[in-house]
């Protein structure tokens, strides 16, 4: 088993700035891939960012240029750093972390973009 704790959802000003974090524990592998879906009300889940063990990344078009994602293997933390930020941005964040067994989502958390 794997529990996700994540952090760092809250409500900005469109243009603004949020660091998303999700910090892994449990039975981890080395070989695993996280990252972030989202879903915004009444829109399916969608993939913004991932992240392999090994550093190599994946963003979506929606969010090339204004978002990163980075981890710290050390502490099984996954980090989503969002910048200029936009009212579709908004939505429920869900870090997940997937290994060759199993795949794992946390509670999700809140990021809300006023215009």
């Known amino acids: 088993q794997v529990q996700l704790v994540e952090s760092g959802g809250g409500l900005v000003q469109a243009g603004g700035s949020l660091r998303l974090s999700c910090a892994a524990s449990g039975s981890i592998f080395s070989i695993n891939v996280m990252g972030w879906y989202r879903q915004a009300p009444g829109k399916r889940r969608e993939k913004v960012a991932d992240i392999t063990n090994g550093g190599s990344t994946n963003l979506a078009d929606s969010v090339k240029g204004r978002f990163a994602i980075s981890r710290d293997n050390a502490k099984n933390t996954v980090y989503l750093q969002m910048n200029s930020l936009k009212p579709e941005d908004t939505a429920v964040y869900y870090c997940?972390?997937?290994?060759?067994?199993?795949?794992?989502w946390g509670q999700g958390t809140q990021v809300t973009v006023s215009r």
């Open positions: 997940f972390y997937s290994d060759h067994k199993s795949d794992y």
